[in-house]
Every structure is written in C-alpha cells, then in structure tokens.
Nanobody
C-alpha cells in the first residue's frame, strides 16, 4: 500500500552530479523523517542523508558538503542533490521514510560513478 518511488539514478563521470528523487504514496499522511541510504556490494548499509519534517538534516561524513537533501512536504517527496561525485559513491541508493510510525524503503536505484 505504501510505496516509495525512486528516480534519478544513473551513470555519471567523477566530478559530475546526479539528483535522486523519491515520492511517497500521495495518499499517506504523517510522513516524518525521510532520507537516503546506500549499500554497495560487500558493504554495510550506510545513512547518506536524512531530513526531518521540520527540515533538520544530517549527513554521512563522507558526503558532507557534496550532497544536499531536501523535501517537499506538500508532495511527500525527498530529493538528494549529489555533486562532485566520486567513484566511491557508487552504490545502490535506497529511499527511506517513516510514515505513521512505520519504516518504509524504496526498491533502490543504482548510482554508478566512473573514474
């Protein structure tokens, strides 16, 4: 019933930019924290960035200053602007949302940064 639809992944050269977007089902209410996680093969799942309903953000140290998370509460969407991408940013990125006190995850979108 609750779906997180991700878009914006792809292949980009090092130093380039991508913008990920995630939209929660328009019919849901009480969307709390939203964010992005990533997990590369053989690695632990890592928080990339999160944003609360009031706009408070936090980022992984590895992306601080390069990535910016934002949200549109009216549309239940969250965005991740990724700049100055590095090959080590290559991963599957997963949208996260806490809705009605439950955790939901997107299916993942591949981001590949070439050397």
């Amino acid at each position: 019933q609750v779906q997180l639809v991700e878009s914006g992944g792809g292949l980009v050269q090092a130093g380039g930019s991508l913008r990920l977007s995630c939209a929660a089902s328009a019919s849901v209410f009480s969307v709390n924290t939203m964010g992005w996680y990533r997990q590369a093969p053989g690695n632990q799942r890592e928080l990339v960035g999160a944003i609360t309903k009031d706009g408070t953000t936090n980022y992984a140290d590895s992306v601080e200053g390069r990535f910016t998370i934002s949200r549109d509460n009216a549309k239940n969407t969250v965005h991740l602007q990724m700049n100055r991408l590095k090959p080590e940013d290559t991963s599957v990125y997963y949208c996260y949302s806490n809705i009605h006190y439950r955790d939901y995850w997107g299916q993942g979108t591949q981001v590949t940064v070439s050397s």
